[in-house]
């Protein structure tokens, strides 16, 4: 089973920029589509942003669009949430997860494995 690893949390003013990495463990990365998704305290996790094995397809949440690029390295086994603009309201544990085949999706269940997280705290 592939293990998921996120790193790059941390406590950035709001405004500022953060990158999240989550490296993949295991040899068939790029047969999986990934996503991020995001819990802040009391509320349920929430979908972030999901891109395709390819790179070619992605979806964000309409909260974070404009602000949040996905990516991945295929050849480093890795995806990537780029954080800019950063609200206090992003504030959460952040976690990618993977999901066998081509196309993301936005559905929590449609996902398979996932890391253990990486807090994320913006202050105002």
């Known amino acids: 089973q592939v293990q998921l690893v996120e790193s790059g949390g941390g406590l950035v003013q709001a405004g500022g920029s953060l990158r999240l990495s989550c490296a993949a463990s295991g040899r068939f990365f790029s047969n999986y589509a990934m996503g991020w998704f995001r819990q802040a305290p009391g509320k349920e996790r929430e979908f972030v942003a999901a891109i395709s094995t390819s790179g070619g397809s992605i979806y964000y949440a309409d909260s974070v669009k404009g602000r949040f690029t996905i990516s991945r390295d295929n050849a480093k086994n890795t995806v990537y949430l780029q954080m800019s603009s950063l609200k206090p309201e992003d504030t959460a544990a952040y976690f990618c997860?993977?999901?066998?085949?081509?196309?993301?999706?936005?559905?929590?269940?449609?996902?398979?494995?996932w890391g253990q997280g990486t807090q994320v705290t913006v202050s105002s």
């Open positions: 997860a993977e999901r066998f085949g081509s196309l993301p999706t936005m559905r929590l269940g449609d996902f398979s494995s």
